[in-house]
């Protein structure tokens, strides 16, 4: 079946603007991720959602990033207010929460953001 | 708070040569463990999960083990092809739904 899609691929925007990524997840898959991989950061969390709540949410750097998730599926990452440190690739994740499952992630391709 | 280490960051072998990759953490109250792989530009391939009551985990010419009380997780590679150049990425969770915590990766090349 389909992986994991984000959408836009790559995306490059103005210092100052806003920005949404789109992350749509295995179908059926509970939970999902969003993390940021930035040179000499490395891959860092940012939030996590069961289903439409998000209760983990201790990644978020700023106010300036947000997220959410409608039907228990698509999650949207805005970011207001870019600034050039955001430039990094925002990757998504999605793993299915049953009992006697692995709660493998599985992630997508990623976003490419970069802030001039 | 969970630190994951990987080390050396860089690594240049011959073609057919074996050989491990570290990964250690310091947190050994963890869920499970994965090494995953990643392609310039692209994102992450998962390549073996070990459960926290594992030992090991093997897929083709990989093998993953795993020791949770002394914070160690290795990557063998057997019989390394160029095809296997990429960057090594290992992940440790606390808890089912919780993060991944990642080191930073071991940037693998193998030289024809």
């Known amino acids: 079946g389909a992986g994991v899609s984000q959408s836009p691929s790559n995306k490059v925007t103005e210092k100052g603007k806003d920005v949404e990524l789109r992350c749509d997840p295995i179908?059926?898959?509970?939970?999902l991720y969003w993390y940021r991989q930035s040179l000499g950061q490395g891959l860092e969390f940012l939030i996590y959602?069961?289903?439409?709540?998000?209760?983990?949410k201790s990644g978020l750097p700023s106010d300036r990033f947000s997220a959410e998730r409608t039907g228990g599926s698509v999650s949207t990452l805005t970011i207001q207010r870019t600034q050039q440190e955001d430039s990094a690739v925002y990757l998504c994740?999605?793993?299915?929460?049953?009992?006697?499952?692995?709660?493998?992630?599985?992630f997508g391709p990623g976003t490419r953001l970069t802030v001039t | 708070k969970q630190e994951v280490t990987q080390i050396p960051a860089a690594l240049s072998v011959p073609e057919g040569e074996n050989l491990v990759l570290n990964c250690s953490f310091t947190?050994?109250?963890?869920?499970?463990l994965q090494w995953f792989r990643q392609d310039p530009g692209k994102g992450l391939t998962s390549l073996l999960l070990?459960?926290?009551?594992?030992r090991e985990q093997t897929s083709g010419r990989l093998n993953a083990s795993l020791d949770k009380s002394s914070g160690r997780s290795t990557l063998y590679i057997a019989a390394s092809q160029p095809g296997d150049s990429a960057t090594y990425l290992c992940?440790?969770?606390?808890?089912?739904?919780?993060?991944?915590?990642f080191g930073k990766g071991i940037t693998l090349s193998v030289r024809p």
């Open positions: 947190d050994s109250a963890i869920y499970n």
């Open positions: 070990i459960q926290s009551s594992q």
């Open positions: 959602f069961q289903g439409n709540s998000a209760p983990d």
């Open positions: 179908s059926g898959h509970t939970a």
């Open positions: 994740a999605s793993s299915l929460t049953l009992a006697l499952s692995s709660y493998e992630q599985y």
């Open positions: 992940a440790v969770r606390a808890g089912a739904n919780s993060k991944l915590t």
